[in-house]
């Protein structure tokens, strides 16, 4: 059981610090500015579910996709890790990671999807985290994995919802500092990712 908690808590800091419910505030109120508070909360529940259910089809065919096109699990783990790092060491550059960058500032529909949605809620890093979490896992992990990620997309709707609050309750500069810690985890989990993959693939 407690491999179990333990591997619950990995899953829950990972996702957490890649999709970044709080770092990504600033970014969400930049993308709706012009809208109003009925609409935010629309654009809020749309894109978490559609980043949910992208996700979570990765999660449940990714396997299939790993042996439709011949791919191995210790070379998505060493790439894994390096695109996770590279996202991680970005944040700690006070950077917003590359692939999460918008310059949009006017009000869109679109931005509900793209790129709210994707890149910046279900991204590459979301998509590959996730997927190194299912990859021979057995069905208790799969699940595990799914209700996490389900609670993570939840509290990043939450984020959104009450993003005026958050923001002067938090303050601009400590959100900085969280973004910088988020890098940190991040930069030490793809590191970790990494080592597993090559030790996979040397067989050490």
Known sequence: ????????????????AIMNPIVNIPIFVKLT???DEIK??????????????????????GKYIFE???LTIPAFKVFGGILIFFIGFEMLQSRKPSMHQNEKTAFDDAVTISPLA?????????????????????FLH???TILIFALITYLTYLA??????????????????IGKIMGLILGVLGANMLIEGIKLAFNI
């Open 160 to 177: 959104f919802i009450y993003s005026k609050y958050i923001i002067k309750l938090v303050g601009d500069k400590n959100f900085v500092i």
């Open 1 to 16: 059981m407690e491999n179990y908690w333990s591997y619950s808590l990995t899953v829950f800091m990972a996702f957490f």
């Open 33 to 35: 500015e012009g809208a």
């Open 142 to 144: 799969v699940l595990i």
């Open 68 to 70: 439709i096109f011949g």
């Open 118 to 138: 994707i890149p910046i809620l279900a991204g590459p890093g979301t998509i590959v985290t996730a997927m190194n979490f299912v990859v021979k896992a057995n």
């Open 40 to 61: 935010k909360k629309e654009i809020s529940k749309t894109a978490t579910l559609v980043a949910f259910i992208i996700v979570l089809a990765f999660i449940l065919v």
